[in-house]
């Protein structure tokens, strides 16, 4: 009944793997390149609406507080302010489960406290200073181990350590027992912070009662959603628009406090506000990927994997859900005995929010850790260990066969390039004395086969160009070209007559850009708008030329019959301007069927154990993903995922003072991501099978499988190169050198 | 001996040449470069990101040195050439380094671009045949969150490339 | 930033009668708007130096040494392969100081007088010792970036610059200007003695100016070599850094520094680990010999430790590095 009501028509037949396509499966310039190479693209920032007024938002200094009393006169009284919202003026505006946007009881440095409109932004800043808050300070804790511990402060009724998701299979306890190997380790991941380089931020303006909302976002109908929750509008006064955005990497999945405040203040005061926030406010306050805490224990018996049993504890701030980080280990492996235990932990930090492939990027390096630990310890190559549970083509959790699974063959292309037969117990001598060299891998599920409701239409104009509109928006990963180029190939026209128009409330809904869903979502939608809209001029044609439909194609922007050429233009030139209107909607998919992702990441390192200094070489990332749409674009997101990766394996770090709950890495001079030098050589490999029955267009996303398993395989490498195993990371030369000294 | 006499800490007037053009500015002292440009003369290519010389995607060049705008007072440019990456195209027709930019993917969302191809534009005047290294380098101040770095060099190796096959 | 007052000057003479109490001289303004933005600094005056001639390049006189000024912006010295004869360490500090970006803007002046980036100093919500407050926060708390040697009580900061070591190295003094004249100091003397207990990070005296680094020719005899360990492979300050500087005369280590970055609140030098090589061939036991010297009171926090280790493989390979060339 649900899925009838999503749905609208017939699918196409999904495009065979030895299909002829001209434009999908070929290198494709992004369409809005130029607009990009030469500043023209317009983001957020850089709205500017005549008559703009600027916000900024107090934010708590303390970890923990009850705001008791705002004191906004002398804000109010500088000139230029134009107005203060605080939780004593303003009206409830419902915000993720909470009922307003400024909690009596704050629960970070950083939580907003009040916010400020002003004429300018340095106006605004400093009104800041002029608010006078009175808290009672509470007792705090902002460290994951610690919020753990029972003797800390308990910050939420329930406790600190929420119970978030058990899973069992098999029996782990009797394997356990009964193993021939059997290894345990304690696993530590740190905060890791996206820094988007356009930081979160909103414009919002009425026209009377119609707001519009200018976002960064990942998700124009999810801000619309937000919005709706918080103002009681009907759907048709909001529109929301993101046109080029900044990157978002999963934290930009919906409204956020800025954009309530925004949108109150413009209503409030008549004129358009914009609230952006600023690098460090963005690093305390627009979320994070969690630092965990895992204990992994796997067995093995007679050259096998028998049991894993896998448990975690994550930092997510004050977030009322967790980034599950078992998922690798209940579905990554054809293993007949699993224990998961995931657990959220509460601390007086900024919240989580997803961060490409939530969960499984830290779930990975613990898992994958603890398997190359098992098979050192079982005596065999941790790459054939794996083999043996990694062929099965049945989902170990629901148990239903996956639509495509090619995980042993990422496992012979990956190896085979990095030279993994090159791979010692050891590890290898480095290029220079005293240096040492080690090879690791891993291994990567994720899902990625996209879901209905996604809709698209197709304009065909009556020159032969086209206009496709849908709801989605290209958060850098090449959504616009790739829309062109389905259109393009379904239709029959150049790639270079397509305007794709994303980004925008008003178009066909599409879902937000995350979870690697776009592609697999949106694109059969595109090709079934496509596919209406070629129909309906063939039946055009047909009348026109006066040929039978059935001997009519489309092909390079005309009719074709039976050698003839007829240019789309001409078909239309006498019916002045009839239009084409096509419709596509996603259809569901298929029952009984799972839909997962895969590949693996090998890693070559050499490690400076006098320094500390650990140089990854070069990483090859195979994938399985399906078709492969954009081969360009497709290399890009891979490498970006793996570069992603390596600064979360060697770099980047959130630093919180425990005293002050201060976040002390909130700029990008001690927040380390990586620069160009830190770029190892990447080397990117599809198996490109289109998934034929996943969708009409065989494809599946992309967006977080590159990401997924580098870090695991770079201290895979580590290990093997060291002879010691680091199981925190980052492996900043701290680590690595401390760990020496202990190993030693 | 005359003496100089401080300005501001109101707006000042100063003359900036901006791609070319004469410019002339009423901003306070403390209004950098980039707030100078984005806000009061409306050139948006350059971003801010992190306005405090951490990220590179305000570079541009002050009498052809790649430099960060945030960190730059638009006073102390008085008289001087500046150029962004709207001054780069000419008659509708890309700068090589653009045209590269797009040729080799160099790029997702886009935010840092301005900034990187500042950078690149400044090494091959300087060094028409630059070294994957020497391109590096001259990039290593503009972070890109993406990770295109690859296609970034890639780029950059290729615009000089066809630099030196044209006459 | 908070609105101040800006003003070029012409001359030294005029930009020390114009930095009275509350201005602040600007070079490339790298460091200084970043404290100012930071709230960290807020000069009512801003005095421009970079409208003063004679202050920008560097020149050679046989036999009176190597003067650099200050107003040089560091990229110029890095580039210059002429330079690179005289004075290799100075390309090979600045090749991983900062960014180009900062590097074209950055000046020598600056760079030796830039603040410390101890996370605590720069939060301006933390009112650390430094900044007049009771105590170092970093001492009990998040301390892998800080110190591990010649703290006195008030701050564990460390020396941030790149450029300083290299040139303490090769024995650079520096000239001050003021309205009431003008003195030359050791650059090593540029830092405050921690044991001073001064809230100050430099000896410069209100007006003063950095007119001019100079290295002098016993300096310049000396061969050189700077290694940086960084968390990344560039744009990080230094966790450790060493330059270390010697003549090599029949295959023996004369007169050789020894000065580290990134260890101590100022750059580290201990005459006694110099003293240990001197005149010694360069041997694997020498140089560790006189790394222990150099750390021999290492007293590192709860998180920093590891600087002890890294220090003192930076110095033997330093050594080992200049002794081989
Ligand atoms: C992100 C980042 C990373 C960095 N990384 C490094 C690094 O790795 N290694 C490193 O060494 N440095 C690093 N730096 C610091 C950088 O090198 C300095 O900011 C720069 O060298 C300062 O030079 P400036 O001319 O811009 O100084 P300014 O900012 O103009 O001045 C700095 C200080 O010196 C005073 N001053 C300047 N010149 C004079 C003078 N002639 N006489 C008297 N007073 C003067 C100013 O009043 C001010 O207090 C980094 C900076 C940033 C922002
Ligand atoms: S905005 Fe200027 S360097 Fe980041
Ligand atoms: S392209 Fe997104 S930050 Fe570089």
Not at chain 1, 169 to 178: S, T
Not at chain 1, 451 to 474: E, F, K, M, S, W
Not at chain 2, 100 to 110: E, Y
Not at chain 3, 7 to 25: D, L, Q
Request: hydrophobic letters at 40%; charged letters at 25%.
């Amino acid at each position: 009944m649900e899925q009838l009501a999503l749905v609208q028509g017939d699918d196409a037949e999904a495009w065979a793997a030895d299909a002829v396509l001209t434009i999908v499966g070929r290198p494709q310039r992004r369409v809005e390149g130029a607009a990009k190479v030469t500043g023209r693209a317009r983001y957020t920032h850089d709205i500017r609406l005549p008559g703009t007024l600027h916000a900024r938002i107090l934010r708590s200094p303390h970890p923990r507080a009850r705001v008791r009393h705002v004191d906004a006169s002398r804000a109010l009284a500088l000139a230029g302010v134009r107005g203060v919202l605080h939780r004593f003026n303003t009206p409830k505006t419902a915000f993720r489960g909470e009922e307003t946007i400024f909690r009596e009881e704050v629960r970070f440095v950083g939580d907003e406290v009040a916010a400020v409109a002003a004429d300018t932004e340095a106006i605004a800043e400093a009104a800041l200073s002029l608010i006078v808050v009175d808290y009672e300070v509470l007792p705090h804790v902002v460290d994951l181990e610690e919020a753990i511990d029972a003797a800390s402060p308990r910050i939420d009724e329930k406790g600190n350590v929420l119970d978030a998701d058990r899973y069992e299979r098999g029996d782990v306890r009797k394997e356990f027992a009964a193993a021939d190997v059997v290894v345990e380790g304690t696993y530590r991941t740190s905060t890791q912070l996206h820094n988007s380089l356009e930081t979160h931020g909103a414009v919002a303006v009425w026209d009377g009662d119609q707001l519009t909302v200018y976002e960064s976002t990942q998700h124009v109908f999810g801000v619309r959603e937000g919005l709706r929750n918080a103002l009681h509008l009907p759907l048709a006064n909001i529109r929301v628009l993101c046109d080029h955005m900044g990157g978002g990497f999963g934290s930009k999945g919906g409204i956020g406090k800025y954009t309530i405040v925004a949108a109150l203040f413009a209503r409030e005061i008549g004129a358009p506000v914009r609230c952006v926030l600023d690098r460090h406010e963005e690093n305390v306050a627009a979320g994070n990927r969690s630092a965990t805490l895992q204990r992994v224990r796997a067995a093995g018996k007679d050259g096998r994997i028998t049991a894993i049993a896998h448990e975690s504890w994550s930092n997510v701030g004050q977030a009322r859900w967790v980034a599950d980080p078992t998922g690798p280990t209940k579905g990554l492996y054809d293993v007949p005995n699993v224990l998961a235990h995931a657990h959220r932990v509460l601390t007086n930090t900024g919240s989580l929010a997803a961060f490409r492939a939530p969960g499984y990027v830290e779930g990975t390096f613990a898992l994958e850790s603890a398997i190359d630990e098992l098979a050192d310890g079982m005596g065999v190559d941790p790459l054939a260990l794996r083999r043996r549970h990694a062929g099965s083509q049945v989902d170990p959790v629901s148990k239903m066969r996956y639509s495509l699974k090619r995980l042993v063959d990422c496992y012979d292309i990956g190896a085979e390039e990095i030279g993994w037969s090159r791979r010692a117990r050891g590890g290898l001598r480095g290029s220079a004395p005293g240096l040492r060299r080690g090879l690791g891998m891993a291994s990567q599920l994720w899902s990625g086969g996209g879901t209905p409701p996604a809709y698209a239409t197709v304009h065909l104009n009556p020159d032969g160009t086209a206009v496709v509109r849908i709801g989605t928006q290209d958060i850098g990963t090449g959504t616009r070209t790739v829309i062109a180029q389905v259109c393009a190939e379904e239709l029959g026209i150049d790639v270079r007559g397509v305007r794709v128009e994303i980004g925008d409330t008003d178009a066909p809904y599409a879902p937000i850009s995350a979870g690697s869903l776009t592609v697999a979502s949106i694109t059969p939608a595109v090709r079934l708008a496509a596919k209406d809209a070629r129909e309906q001029l063939l039946d055009v044609a047909s009348g026109v030329l006066e040929v039978g439909r059935a001997e009519l194609r489309v092909e390079g922007g005309a009719v074709v019959s039976r050698g003839a050429r007829t240019p789309i233009a001409k078909v239309f030139e006498d019916l002045e301007n009839y239009t084409v209107i096509g419709k596509g909607s996603r259809m569901p998919n298929p029952d009984d069927i799972v839909l997962k992702t895969f590949g693996a990441h090998f890693a070559e390192v050499e490690v400076d154990p006098a320094t500390g200094m650990v140089v990854v070489e070069r990483v090859v990332a195979v994938h399985d993903v399906g078709r492969i749409v954009d081969p360009l674009t497709a290399r890009s997101q891979v490498e970006g995922g793996v570069i992603q990766a390596l600064g979360f394996a060697l770099s980047e770090e959130r630093v919180v003072d425990k005293p002050t709950g201060r976040v002390l890495t909130s700029g990008l001079e001690t927040y380390k991501v990586p620069t160009v030098r830190d770029v190892p050589r990447i080397v990117v490999r599809f198996v490109d099978v289109p998934d034929t029955v996943a969708n009409n267009v065989g494809a599946k996303g992309l967006g977080e499988p590159p990401i997924i398993p580098a870090a695991a395989a770079v201290a895979n490498a580590v290990a093997n190169g060291l002879g010691v195993r680091i199981r925190h990371l980052p492996l900043t030369p701290r680590r690595v050198l401390d760990a020496l000294a202990a190993a030693s | 001996m005359p003496t100089v006499r401080p300005s501001g800490p109101g707006a000042v007037d100063v003359e900036l040449d901006v791609n070319g053009i004469r410019t002339p500015l009423h901003v306070a002292p403390h209004t950098t470069l980039l707030d100078a440009l984005r806000e009061d003369v409306g050139l948006l290519g350059a971003k801010k990101v992190c306005d405090e010389g951490t990220c590179g995607a305000c570079t541009l060049l002050v009498d052809g040195r790649a430099v960060y705008a945030c960190m730059t007072l638009a006073v102390a440019c008085a008289g001087r050439s500046v150029e962004t990456v709207e001054g780069l195209a000419r008659d509708g027709e890309l700068h090589p380094v653009q045209e590269a930019f797009i040729a080799h993917d160099a790029f997702q969302c886009g935010f840092c671009t301005p900034g990187q191809i500042m950078s690149v534009v400044a090494l091959l005047r300087a060094t028409p045949s630059p070294s994957a290294d020497e391109v590096m380098r001259a990039v290593s101040g503009n972070l890109c969150r993406c990770g295109a770095y690859p296609n970034i060099v890639e780029a950059a190796l290729a615009a000089a490339r066809k630099g030196k096959e044209r006459p | 930033m908070k609105p101040f007052t800006y003003v070029r000057a012409t001359s030294v003479a005029e930009a020390s009668r114009m930095v009275v109490a509350g201005s602040a001289p600007l070079a490339g303004g790298t460091d200084l708007l970043g404290l100012m933005k930071g709230g960290i600094a807020s000069p009512a005056r801003l005095v421009d130096l970079g409208g003063i001639d004679g202050l920008n390049g560097w020149s050679r006189e046989r036999g009176a040494g190597l003067r650099i000024g200050a107003l040089t912006p560091l990229v110029d010295l890095e580039t210059s392969d002429q330079l690179a004869r005289h004075l290799p360490i100075v390309r090979e500090a600045l090749r991983d100081t900062a960014t180009l970006q900062l590097r074209n803007a950055g000046t020598v002046g600056g760079n030796l007088l830039q603040r410390n980036r101890c996370w605590y100093f720069r939060d301006a919500a933390i009112q650390c010792w430094l900044k007049g407050g009771t105590q170092c926060f970093a001492k009990e708390g998040e301390n892998e970036h800080h110190a591990i040697i010649g703290t006195a009580r008030g701050c564990n900061r460390v020396a941030p610059s790149d450029l300083a070591p290299a040139l303490i190295a090769h024995d650079a003094r520096v000239t001050l200007t003021s309205t009431r004249g003008t003195r030359s100091v050791l650059l090593a003397d540029l830092f405050t003695d921690p044991a001073l207990h001064s809230r100050e990070e430099h000896t410069l005296r209100r007006g003063e100016i950095l007119t001019e680094v100079q290295v002098p020719e016993s300096g310049l005899q000396r061969r050189g070599t700077y290694l940086k360990a960084m968390e990344r492979k560039t744009w990080s300050f230094a966790l450790v850094s060493v330059a270390v500087a010697a003549r090599i005369r029949g295959g023996k280590l004369r007169d050789p520094r020894i000065v580290l970055g990134g260890v101590a609140p100022v750059p580290w030098r201990v005459e006694a680990a110099e003293a240990e090589i001197d005149g010694h061939p360069f041997s694997d036991d020498l140089a560790r010999r006189a790394a222990d010297l150099l750390l021999a009171d290492a007293a590192p926090l709860a998180k920093n430790g590891y600087k002890v280790p890294l220090a003192k493989e930076l110095v033997r390979r330093a050594l080992a590095r200049i002794a081989a060339a």
